[in-house]
Every structure is written in C-alpha cells, then in structure tokens.
T-cell receptor, first 113, second 112 residues
C-alpha cells in the first residue's frame, strides 16, 4: 500500500544541536514532496517542497531537506536548533497526477535548554 | 491577509446533533480540502473539491457531507454527530493539486 512513514514519533534535541527528521515513502514513481510544521493550536505551515531538479532543497527558518531516490527518503535537517523550533513536523507527498496529499503521522520535536 | 479562515474555533456537541463547519479562503484557490487530525494518525482527508460546484470523497468520508457553492467557501457538515467524530478539523486550499496547501487554524470539535 502507498504510504508515508515518519519513524520517530518524537525527538528531543538540545538547543544549538543539529536535527534530522526522517521521512520515507512507498510509491513507484517520484512524487512531489513536502515538509510542513505545526505549532500548537495552529494549522500547518509549509517549510519546503521538492518537485524536481536539485535534490537538496532549502526552506524557511533555516531548514533543508534532501531527496534520495534510492532510499525513497526525504529527510529534513537543520544545523542548529532553536527553542522556537519545538513543534510537530509532517512529511507529505502528492503523486504525480494525483489529487490527494498523503501525510505522515508526524514527528514532535522537543528542544531542551 | 486572512488566507484560510475556519469558523467556529471550538464546539461541543451532543451525540446526534448536527452542525456545519465553515471554511473561507481569499486566495482564489481552486482546490479546497477538509482533514481531520487525530493523535498519532497525521491528517486524514475527509472530502475535497477541485473547483466551485464540485466535491469528492477522501480517505474517511463516512458521516460527513460537504458543499462548495461558492469558490471561496467549503462547508463541512455533520448530520448526526457521533463520539468517533471528536477531532480537530482543518481546512486547506491550494491553487493546484500538486502545490503547497494553505491551512486554517483548525476547529476543535468534541462530541459528548
């Protein structure tokens, strides 16, 4: 079955440390890929997207993500986490020609001082 | 710049009651979506619309109905609320199916 997997339900990192959030998808073709962030009590906000071309994409708030076709992965990274990055992060995919976005279950990020 | 506005923000219903959630967008987007968010399950698509006057079923459509009479509005209805429909509901819009979606701040709905 087609799916998006975020293996980590929650992650805790120290402020200033680096961050990597994992995302894997199971589709035959390369889909459109997205990362969204959700702060408490708010809707989702787009961090970055990948459609084609350079496999390393830059987003807002200092985030980047790398698409690896061989691993069917689209992991999100940030070199130095700030306390304000504490939130829930969702990976999402849209199949080429499809109408629906499939979201992963989310990874909640905790940042400790 | 309002973006996507959902009303109401909170609501408590009794089992069997009906209600309508309203979503309005001011970005002239063609596509609109209704999701529900439950702990550990991400967002699940209830219904969506690819343009004014159109609606289609998503992943979990049972117990819900929708209408898109005007391009800027997408209504989600619960005809007979059930406790299993307790959730946070999000509306989103996009100008095409593969473009990023813009989300409202959600409606927290409790069914007693």
């Amino acid at each position: 079955a087609q799916s998006v997997t975020q293996p980590d339900i929650h992650i805790t990192v120290s402020e200033g440390a680096s961050l990597e959030l994992r995302c894997n998808y199971s589709y035959g073709a390369t889909p459109y890929l997205f990362w969204y962030v959700q702060s408490p009590g708010q809707g989702l906000q787009l961090l970055l997207k990948y459609f084609s071309g350079d496999t390393l994409v830059q987003g807002i708030k200092g985030f980047e993500a790398e698409f690896k076709r061989s691993q069917s992965s689209f992991n999100l990274r940030k070199p130095s986490v700030h306390w304000s990055d504490a939130a829930e992060y969702f990976c999402a995919v849209v199949l080429t020609g499809g109408f629906k976005t499939i979201f992963g279950a989310g990874t909640r990020l905790f940042v400790k001082a | 710049n309002a973006g996507v506005t959902q009303t109401p923000k909170f609501r408590v219903l009794k089992t069997g009651q009906s209600m309508t959630l309203l979503c309005a967008q001011d970005m002239n987007h063609e596509y609109m979506y209704w999701y529900r968010q439950d702990p550990g399950m991400g967002l699940r698509l209830i219904h969506y619309s690819v343009g004014e006057g159109t609606t289609a079923k998503g992943e979990v459509p049972d117990g819900y109905n929708v209408s898109r009479l005007k391009k800027q509005n997408f209504l989600l209805g619960l005809e007979s609320a059930a406790p299993s429909q307790t959730s946070v509901y999000f509306c989103a819009s996009s100008d095409y199916n593969n473009q990023p979606q813009h989300f409202g701040d959600g409606t927290r709905l409790s069914i007693l």
